[in-house]
């Protein structure tokens, strides 16, 4: 049995790969599932905050852009665009389950200062007292400074201002690899980390950096976590109901144990 079984304050982010298709429009089956699995999460007994990526690429979608654009105004348009699309089909989704959505924009600032940063932590709180899921974006329509960069850093954070259990990343990988498991078929899943100085290397340059998923921004966010006591689980988000067998105390992705 993992010692995640009794989480009950999880951060979840969701990429952007597991929200879409290839050409930024939703993946409305994927999203089904997830928020599926999720409400049924919650009505267990969890208390869940969602970081969910997506906006750039959800707007380009909707924008008709096929090419991640390389200026920053047009990006931060998709953004606006794409975060829209994204609340409202979550909002409507959760909906079907009865569970209200708070949405939650973030900046670096907000976190750096210390009453912006009380503020949010508040604002978390009271919303997880009133039983909403708060889903937490960077604010990518104002920020120009790639403020987090990006999400997986994101719900590191996250997970530290509201004193997460877990944090679990889903992905568009199993977890971390030995090697690259598109190219080497020798390669195994690794299914617990307790030391993340010892496995930098497995996502040291761009070329052994698995997939789309992006282990070294996984291992800093998994640092960050678990220097204050958070597990975080890395998940592939194909298959939401991967989570149930973590809580069920079954041996899947790959488990950093927080130093308590
Ligand atoms: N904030 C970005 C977006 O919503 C995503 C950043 C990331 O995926 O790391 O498009």
């Given at each position: 049995m993992?010692?995640?079984?009794n989480a009950?304050?999880i951060?979840?982010?969701?990429?952007?790969?597991?929200?879409t298709?290839g050409?930024?429009l939703l993946?409305?089956?994927?999203?089904e599932?997830?928020?599926?699995?999720i409400?049924d999460l919650k009505?267990?007994?969890?208390?869940i905050?969602?970081?969910?990526?997506?906006?750039?690429?959800?707007?380009?979608?909707?924008?008709?852009?096929k090419v991640?654009p390389s200026?920053?105004?047009?990006?931060?348009?998709?953004?606006a665009v794409?975060?829209?699309e994204?609340?409202?089909?979550?909002?409507k989704?959760?909906?079907?389950?009865?569970?209200?959505?708070?949405?939650?924009?973030?900046?670096?600032?907000?976190?750096?200062?210390?009453?912006?940063?009380?503020n949010?932590?508040?604002?978390f709180?009271?919303?997880?007292e009133?039983?909403?899921i708060?889903?937490?974006?960077?604010?990518?329509?104002?920020?120009?400074?790639?403020?987090?960069?990006?999400?997986?850093?994101?719900?590191?954070i996250?997970?530290?201002?509201?004193?997460?259990?877990?944090?679990?990343?889903?992905?568009?990988?199993?977890?971390?690899?030995?090697?690259?498991?598109?190219e080497?078929?020798?390669?195994?899943?690794?299914?617990?980390?307790?030391?993340?100085?010892?496995?930098?290397?497995?996502a040291?340059?761009?070329?052994?950096?698995?997939?789309?998923?992006?282990?070294?921004?996984?291992?800093?966010?998994a640092?960050?976590?678990c220097?204050?006591?958070?597990?975080?689980?890395?998940?592939?988000g194909?298959?939401?109901?991967?989570?149930?067998?973590?809580?069920?105390?079954?041996?899947?992705?790959?488990?950093?144990?927080?130093?308590?």
């Amino acid at each position: 049995m993992n010692r995640f079984v009794n989480a009950k304050r999880i951060v979840i982010k969701i990429g952007t790969t597991t929200l879409t298709h290839g050409g930024g429009l939703l993946n409305y089956r994927r999203m089904e599932h997830l928020i599926k699995t999720i409400a049924d999460l919650k009505n267990s007994g969890k208390e869940i905050v969602l970081v969910s990526s997506g906006a750039i690429g959800v707007g380009m979608g909707e924008l008709g852009l096929k090419v991640r654009p390389s200026d920053v105004p047009t990006r931060q348009a998709c953004a606006a665009v794409g975060q829209c699309e994204l609340m409202y089909t979550y909002d409507k989704m959760f909906g079907e389950y009865n569970h209200p959505v708070a949405q939650i924009l973030l900046t670096r600032d907000v976190v750096e200062q210390q009453e912006r940063k009380q503020n949010v932590i508040n604002t978390f709180e009271r919303l997880l007292e009133f039983g909403v899921i708060p889903i937490v974006n960077e604010n990518d329509a104002v920020s120009t400074e790639e403020i987090f960069g990006d999400n997986d850093t994101l719900s590191a954070i996250v997970a530290t201002l509201i004193n997460a259990d877990l944090l679990i990343l889903l992905s568009d990988i199993d977890g971390l690899y030995t090697a690259n498991p598109k190219e080497d078929p020798t390669a195994e899943l690794i299914p617990v980390v307790e030391d993340i100085a010892s496995v930098r290397h497995l996502a040291g340059g761009s070329s052994s950096s698995f997939g789309t998923g992006g282990m070294v921004t996984k291992l800093n966010a998994a640092e960050i976590a678990c220097s204050v006591g958070i597990d975080m689980a890395i998940l592939n988000g194909a298959s939401p109901e991967l989570m149930y067998d973590l809580f069920d105390g079954k041996e899947i992705g790959t488990y950093f144990v927080g130093r308590k």
